[in-house]
């Protein structure tokens, strides 16, 4: 029998962000419908116990929070007038409640996904490119803050500053949280993007935790790049954002494999990941990496040669996926298209990437000089790991064990933790 909180847990872990997204369209406020399915959570905390975990967790969820949010208004309704506006930043009258009724039967603009409606409202112009993006992440994603501020290379307490901020300027501006006009979408464009396409940094390496991938993450970045393509045909970094995804997610099944037997690698599934380098190519999902590579082609033909970011990135996964074997891979190819990502603008992760990529054309000593011309990512595991591999293969054993210590220090889960300590006992 399923334990309850158990249950709770993952219904809110999957299903969470669509009824928080559905009940913030129905009633036009974020606050409230946050509320109302923290509310429903605790009572189901109360009845499940009792009653049994429901057939259907999401409807009752749904549901009770739905119920839950009547009941605030309606609490709210009763409150005096003036204590109402103030608390509603609108001191010339208090909400209008058939507001809420219309905006539950009307629809606006062309989108029509609930999750997808809430990252546009999310991505305000009102708030800063960060703002948007990190605010999308924490409602929606359900990202932890650290894991935000990883994301954004922050500390964690300077990013909840920012999602307080951004919370306070929607309450003091009024934004409301409604469908963007279709003529608004394209402002909004780039920031929605990123919100998806760190849903997917997310799912595949999760910033906490002990799991080696999160697959839900996976799925849902992928079905809403794909919503996002029927809402804005033939936009191409659309199109390469999707191919992006589709393209990393047709290796996933090679990227884990079971614990061996004595080995303390495994994360919270059993398994324990697997460089790209050592991956069974055989494994991979090699429909979802021709569906890919065809994306990415009608992606270039619709940017005319202009290659964004995600078109780029699309490019080099492109490189590893129709790769016979990672001593096949164009290294050449690779380390030029991350000559053209670091000159749209800089960025230490892309250039850590470029090092490893120089490493495999040129050589370890290559890849060591380009890691110490890299500033800024003293505190990044995987720079101290590439730079142990490069000082390994220079046979400086001492000093490639020290850097995997300082990897292992900062690595921020468990699986990854335990690869790098496999790999310093390699060493000996």
């Given amino acids: 029998m399923s334990d309850p909180a ?9 299903a969470g962000a669509s009824v928080l997204a559905t009940l913030t369209r129905t009633f036009g406020s974020l606050q409230l419908a946050e509320d109302a399915v923290q509310e429903a959570a605790l009572a189901a905390l109360r009845a499940w116990p009792q009653s049994g975990v429901p057939r259907d967790p999401r ?7 739905r119920n839950k949010a009547l009941d605030i208004v309606r609490r709210e309704a009763a409150r005096p007038a003036k204590e109402i506006a103030a608390s509603y930043s609108a001191p010339e009258r208090a909400p209008d409640i058939a507001e809420a009724v219309i905006e539950m ?33 924490r409602t929606l994603a359900g990202l932890d803050v650290a894991a935000i501020a990883r994301a954004f290379g922050v500390p964690e307490q300077t990013m909840a500053k920012r999602l307080v901020r951004a919370r306070q300027k929607i309450a003091a501006a009024r934004i409301p949280y409604k469908v963007p006009a279709d003529s608004e979408l394209p402002e909004r464009l780039p920031a ?53 995804l589709l393209l990393t997610a047709a290796r996933r099944p090679a990227r884990t494999r079971p614990a061996g037997a004595g080995q303390n690698g495994a994360g919270q599934d059993g398994h324990e990941p697997v460089l790209l380098r050592d991956q069974d190519r055989s494994l991979w999902d090699h429909a979802m990496i ?31 996926s129709t790769a016979a074997s990672w001593e096949d891979t164009d290294w050449e190819r690779i380390v030029s298209l991350y000559d053209l990502m670091a000159a749209l603008g800089a960025n230490p992760a892309v250039l850590l990437n470029r090092a490893v ?33 490069a000082l390994a293969r220079l046979g400086r054993a001492a000093e490639a064990g020290a850097a995997l210590e300082a990897a292992i220090g900062l690595a921020p889960t468990g699986p990854e933790r335990r690869l790098l300590v496999r790999r310093r006992q390699g060493l000996a």
């Fill in 59 to 65: 409807a009752w969820l749904l549901v009770t929070a």
């Fill in 357 to 389: 990529a120089v490493g495999e054309r040129d050589g370890a000593a290559a890849m060591l000089a380009a890691l110490d011309a890299i500033d800024g990512l003293e505190r990044s595991y995987l720079w101290h790991a590439a730079r142990a591999d």
């Fill in 105 to 137: 039967t009307q629809e606006a603009g062309s989108v029509r996904d609930d999750i997808l409606r809430l990252i546009f409202t999310c991505c305000h112009p009102a708030l800063s490119p960060e703002a948007r993006v990190a605010l999308s992440l």
């Fill in 192 to 244: 929605v993007l990123a919100v998806v396409h760190l849903i997917a940094t997310e799912a595949h390496s999760p910033s906490s935790g002990d799991a080696v991938t999160r697959i839900d993450y996976e799925l849902e970045a992928i079905r809403l790049a794909r919503l996002l393509s029927d809402l804005m045909p033939g936009e191409p970094e659309i199109i390469s954002l999707l191919a992006l």
């Fill in 6 to 14: 158990d249950e709770l847990a993952l219904t809110i872990r999957v």
């Fill in 290 to 320: 021709a569906e890919g590579t065809g994306l990415l082609a009608e992606a270039v033909r619709h940017s005319g040669g202009a290659a964004g970011p995600y078109q780029l990135q699309a490019h080099l996964s492109a490189c590893h």
